[in-house]
């Protein structure tokens, strides 16, 4: 049975180690984990989550864009499982803008990001896919790939002048 899981938040030591290797993915904690995952985004308002946002310290990723209320002009995407991703050629472009994230509730950061990417995953069947993402599902690939590391997006910050409030976001950015 799908269950929502609990999202860790800043200060938690998980969101700061780099993530295990997944071995097994037929393995049926991993096949949970990921359905489990998916549920958590989208009642979460989440364009993605990695694992280690809910204390699994494993190399997975849900990229799950549609717009909602935090991203209201996401693209739409069926919810994709990435394991053991790998980012394996970047555009030399570089985009500045806003995130946030459900483990840094009520900040948003202007974060610097690779406009294009070529990445590599295996699927939740184990299939290993290859595909050149770009814009806000690049941006997506990055932000939630970082938490496989350690890395939060607040890291990535040029300045912290860079940094607003949730409420200031959806006053000065989505509802101008």
């Known amino acids: 049975m799908t269950e929502l899981a609990p999202i860790i938040q800043l200060g938690n030591p998980t969101l ?16 949970k984990l990921i359905e489990d995952l998916i549920a958590t985004v989208a009642k979460a308002n989440g364009v993605g989550i990695a694992a280690p946002q809910v204390a699994q310290s494993y190399r997975l990723f849900i990229v799950a864009s ?38 840094v509730p009520g900040i948003r950061g202007l974060v610097p990001r ?5 990445v590599e995953y295996t699927d939740s069947n184990g ?9 806000f599902i690049a ?16 890291d ?3 300045n912290t002048l860079d940094m607003i409030t949730e409420q200031e976001y959806q006053q000065r950015v989505v509802n101008k």
């Open 114 to 118: 690779y406009k294009a990417i070529e």
């Open 156 to 158: 990535r910050l040029e």
């Open 66 to 103: 549609r717009p909602n209320a935090r991203y209201p002009n996401a693209p739409e995407m069926e919810p994709t499982a990435m394991i053991n991703p790998k980012i394996i050629a970047h555009s030399t472009e570089v985009v500045k803008d806003w995130e946030g994230c459900l483990s």
């Open 127 to 135: 299939n290993l896919q290859k595909q050149e993402l770009t814009d």
């Open 139 to 154: 941006r997506i690939f990055q932000h939630e790939y970082d938490h496989l590391d350690g890395i939060v997006f607040v």
């Open 16 to 31: 700061r180690q780099k993530a295990a290797w997944v071995e097994n993915i037929q393995d049926e904690h991993i096949q």
